[in-house]
């Protein structure tokens, strides 16, 4: 694995700056007791950070999240080695529902609302976990003020919202759990740009505003680099390069594979040989 440099980084990620509240120690996921989808994986996330978790489809960064959630059995899978620990707690095999009543929320990739309910009745669905009616209801006028699209629409169900506002709400109900930890699916996918702005920037003031921690995987490295303090590079099931946000978006081969600007100027990512990448993480 290459680290960026020695440096100290944010609190995004290891160092002596923040704790870390979440780490993952030489995880290993094995799907259908035969495929090896994590093979020793390693990171930390400090708390009240952002770190982003970047890397090409099937490098393992869904499965990271859900490898921490607790959703890994939905797909049969399982973590066959190595430690996930949570506020100094471990918790890998823990049921998804214990997770989420110990601070950490998933917002899956493509939303995942309920789409027959209204938009306050998948707020509501969002503190399930939750014993203080009277709280969550302050917490339902929070989230619409975060997104005041949703306040306009309280009552319609959440099948006839558009794409960015389903987004919406799928962060609102994740924050209706009062969780330390959110982990981000790819919050910007089949958004458009306007939207996607206005989502990241909502993102950094939960972030901000409510202390909430932030594991982000996101296709859109430049974006996802925008907002992180710290951030990993993910091929093949192993993180293969880290550092600081801004030591990523300067570095060479991150430029090339992820920003698509290489010596020749921009670039195609899918036009590079994966053999070639895979030989330039790991020298």
Not at 193 to 211: A, C, K, M, T, Y
């Amino acid at each position: 694995m290459t680290r960026v440099t020695a440096t100290t980084p944010g609190n995004g990620g290891p160092g002596e700056s923040a704790a870390a509240l979440l780490r993952l120690n030489n995880i290993e996921v094995l799907y259908d007791d035969v495929i090896l989808v994590l093979r020793g994986l390693s990171l930390e996330v400090g708390e009240g950070g952002i770190a982003a978790l970047l890397g090409s489809n099937g490098a393992g960064k869904t499965t990271t999240l859900k490898a921490i959630s607790g959703l890994l059995y939905v797909e049969d899978g399982e973590v066959t080695d190595g430690t996930i620990v949570f506020d100094g707690q471990e918790i890998q095999g823990v049921d998804a529902h214990r997770i989420v009543e110990k601070g950490i929320f998933q917002v899956l990739e493509g939303r995942r609302v309920f789409e027959h309910l209204t938009v306050r009745e998948n707020l509501a669905a969002g503190a399930y976990t939750r014993h203080d009616r009277r709280g969550a209801e302050a917490d339902v006028e929070k989230v619409f003020h975060y997104f005041p699209a949703l306040a306009e629409r309280r009552r319609l169900t959440a099948g006839h919202l558009s794409g960015g506002e389903q987004q919406m709400l799928a962060l609102g109900r994740a924050l209706m759990a009062r969780p330390r930890m959110m982990l981000l699916d790819e919050p910007s996918l089949g958004l458009a740009p306007i939207l996607v702005e206005s989502i990241f920037e909502i993102i950094q003031r939960i972030n901000r505003d409510e202390g909430t921690t932030i594991l982000l995987v996101e296709q859109n490295a430049r974006l996802a680099l925008s907002v992180a303090d710290y951030g990993y590079v993910m091929e093949g099931g192993r993180v293969v390069m880290e550092g600081t946000a801004d030591e990523l978006r300067t570095n060479e081969d991150v430029k090339e594979f992820y920003l698509g600007l290489g010596d020749a100027g921009r670039r195609s990512y899918r036009d590079v040989k994966h053999y070639r990448r895979r030989k330039r993480w790991l020298s």
